[in-house]
Structure formats: structure tokens, C-alpha cells
Antibody, heavy 122, light 106 residues
Framework: DVQLVESGGALVQPGGSLRLSCVASGFIFSDIWMGWVRQTPGKGLEWVAHISPAGTKKYYVDSVEGRFTISRDNAKNSVSLQMNSLRVEDTAVYYC???????????????WGRGTLVTVSS | AIQMTQSPSSLSASVGDRVTITCRTSQGIRNDLSWYQQKPGKAPKVLIYGATTLQTGVSSRFSGSGTGTDFTLTISSLQPEDSATYYCLQDNTYPWTFGQGTKVEI
């Protein structure tokens, strides 16, 4: 079974940093794009970032560009999200998700992890 | 960024009803759209990708249609387990954007 397990969520003060991790199993991790999607409490979903299988291509939503960095360690089947200069509005559940890119046209997230909660507050 | 307008924001329907959820994009995205179902306290699950392709293992009650700027998710015969919030996602242009969600109550 494909499984994604996130960790690293915590309460952090504005301006602080946090590193989220996601460990994958059940598929050939090094062949697969991976992404992060967040969901603010009681609200909708927002795509945050994703990374290519070799880690050479990275894409971010504008609101985190320059503050967040996505990376991966294929030897450890893990993808990380380094979050710096955190803001109150970054408070959300962060989901790790496998990004399916079968033919370079359609893309979709499947499956998703259970999520990890990041709270930015003083 | 491409704006996603999903409607309605919520609906209440009965078991066996046909339910339609619409997602409209601010510019054409071909058929680069997927639909997700999220139940309370759970992660989203993909239902449809490429606007019309049913994900393996998903009930055939679900179907997707549309291209360009107007897309539809249809549940042909609503079941109790379909109570959830549904989201569309466009992957045509960065930044990828989700619709605001449609909460379906039974």
C-alpha cells in the first residue's frame, strides 16, 4: 500500500522557522514528483509547492516563494518543506501528496498523507 | 493567477438524487482539472483527473465533464457516504489553484 506520513508540525512564533518531513512507502519514490498542499482551519485548500523526481525542478505558490524550500532525499524516501519567516497566515494543516504526472499533460495528487498542523502565533 | 469559481458553496440533497457541482475558471485550461473529495478529519481523495477520467477504484456514480473554462462534477445517485466537501484543482498554469469547495449534505 502507498503510504505518506508527515511530521514536524508545531506551534511557532511569527518570524520563526519549521521543517516538515514526509516519509513515503509503497512505491518507487525516486520516480515520482511530490508536493505539499495546505488547508487553513475551516477553509479551503491551497497548493504550496512540488518537486521533480531528481529534485532539479521546484515550483512554489507566490505567497511562499523565497520563504519556503522544498527538497527531497531519494535515499530516504522523504520530501521536506523548510519554512522560514513564518507568518500567522501560514497557519494550516500541511499535506504531503504524491503528484502523478503520467504523460506530461494531466497531473493530480494521489494519495495524500494525513497532514501535520502548523500554528504560527505569538 | 487563474481564479476558480466553484458553485454552489453548499447543497443539501436526498439519497438517490442527481447532484451537480460546477467549477468555472477565469481563463481556459483545456481539460487540466481534477476533482477531490474530502470527508471531515480526512485527507482529500482524487475522484476525477483530466476533467473526465475516473480514478481507479472510484465509484462510477461520479463523473466529470467540461473543457476550457466550465467543468462539472456529477454524482448520479447520491449515497450517504458521499457526504463530503468537493474541490476542483486546475493544473494548467502556475500557481495551481483550487476551487473554494462545495459541501454536500444528505
Amino acid at each position: 500500500d502507498v503510504q505518506l506520513v508527515e511530521s514536524g508540525g508545531a506551534l511557532v512564533q511569527p518570524g520563526g522557522s519549521l521543517r516538515l518531513s514526509c516519509v513515503a512507502s509503497g512505491f518507487i519514490f525516486s520516480d515520482i514528483w511530490m508536493g505539499w498542499v495546505r488547508q487553513t482551519p475551516g477553509k479551503g485548500l491551497e497548493w504550496v509547492a512540488h518537486i521533480s523526481p531528481a529534485g532539479t525542478k521546484k515550483y512554489y505558490v507566490d505567497s511562499v516563494e523565497g520563504r519556503f524550500t522544498i527538497s527531497r532525499d531519494n535515499a530516504k524516501n522523504s520530501v521536506s518543506l523548510q519554512m522560514n519567516s513564518l507568518r500567522v497566515e501560514d497557519t494550516a494543516v500541511y499535506y504531503c501528496a504524491r503528484l502523478i504526472v503520467p504523460d506530461g499533460t494531466h497531473n493530480w495528487f494521489d494519495p495524500w498523507g494525513r497532514g501535520t498542523l502548523v500554528t504560527v502565533s505569538s | 493567477a487563474i481564479q476558480m469559481t466553484q458553485s454552489p458553496s453548499s447543497l443539501s440533497a436526498s439519497v438517490g438524487d442527481r447532484v451537480t457541482i460546477t467549477c468555472r475558471t477565469s481563463q481556459g485550461i483545456r481539460n487540466d482539472l481534477s476533482w477531490y473529495q474530502q470527508k471531515p478529519g480526512k485527507a482529500p481523495k482524487v475522484l476525477i483527473y483530466g476533467a473526465t477520467t475516473l480514478q481507479t477504484g472510484v465509484s462510477s456514480r461520479f463523473s466529470g465533464s467540461g473543457t476550457g473554462t466550465d467543468f462539472t462534477l456529477t454524482i448520479s445517485s447520491l449515497q450517504p457516504e458521499d457526504s463530503a466537501t468537493y474541490y476542483c484543482l486546475q493544473d494548467n498554469t502556475y500557481p495551481w489553484t483550487f476551487g473554494q469547495g462545495t459541501k454536500v449534505e444528505i
